[in-house]
């Protein structure tokens, strides 16, 4: 089975500083891997996903993720972060032979402060 | 504009009372999905959907009821609530990603906040 361990529930960080959300996951067989935001009241937006090739993937607003087949992880990073970054952000993965099925992790609650 | 919607948005009941969430995608997908959201445990997977009358259990499928008798609505029913079933419920729908299986975007709707009293 597979399973996302998001360790903080919560980072608290000011305006214009960078920030790292961690996520490891556990899985016997290989995985996409995802991450989705949810701003205040909304759903989930999908952020942006590694499926293959180069580790190092972007999002349009400036986050990136790397997947680190290694150590199991797919940390999500931002150098600089702005006041309309606060949101929960969720880290997925799903089996490649069943990727209809989406694990998420526990969520971890960025709170950008000015 | 692309979406999924979700009625409705907000629900207070009593234990007991028959309900339904209805879910409504107009993007042609054909996988749908069913999610609640609960402090700590992040998103888990009550029933989902890979077309019409094609339906299956999650992770925690236990007191909900789904049908797919359209492509485009997902309905799910809670057919005798109990307050462990309160909880901020999502549904979701996306397509197949051209030869990576269903790795497209999940498309989200706003949520359902339901409480059993």
């Known amino acids: 089975a597979q399973s996302v361990t998001q360790l903080d529930s919560q980072v608290p960080v000011f305006e214009e500083a960078p920030v790292e959300l961690r996520c490891n996951y556990s899985?016997?067989?290989?995985?996409?891997l995802f991450w989705y935001v949810q701003y205040p009241n909304q759903g989930l937006q999908l952020l942006l996903k590694?499926?293959?090739?180069?580790?190092l993937v972007e999002s349009i607003n400036g986050f990136e993720a790397e997947f680190n087949k290694s150590q199991t992880s797919f940390h999500l990073r931002k150098p600089s972060v702005h006041i309309s970054d606060t949101a929960e952000y969720f880290c997925?993965?799903?089996?490649?032979?069943?990727?209809?099925?989406?694990?998420f992790g526990s969520g971890t609650r960025l709170l950008v402060r000015p | 504009e692309a979406q999924v919607t979700q009625n409705p948005r907000y629900l207070i009941t009593v234990t007991g009372k028959k309900l339904t969430v209805t879910c409504s995608q107009n993007?042609?997908?054909?996988?749908m999905s069913w999610y609640r959201q609960d402090p700590g445990l992040g998103l888990r997977q009550i029933y989902y959907?890979?077309?019409?009358?094609?339906?299956d259990k999650g992770d925690v499928p236990e007191g909900y009821k789904v049908s797919r008798k359209e492509k485009r609505n997902f309905p799910l029913i809670l057919e005798s609530p109990s307050p462990n079933q309160t909880s901020l419920y999502f549904c979701?729908?996306?397509?197949?990603?051209?030869?990576?299986?269903?790795?497209?975007?999940?498309?989200f709707g706003p949520g359902t906040r339901l409480t059993v009293l």
């Open positions: 899985s016997s067989v290989s995985v996409y």
């Open positions: 959907s890979m077309n019409v009358e094609v339906t």
């Open positions: 997925a993965v799903s089996r490649m032979d069943s990727s209809y099925k989406l694990i």
């Open positions: 993007m042609n997908h054909e996988y």
């Open positions: 979701a729908s996306s397509s197949r990603g051209g030869g990576k299986g269903y790795t497209d975007t999940q498309y």
């Open positions: 590694y499926l293959s090739g180069s580790t």
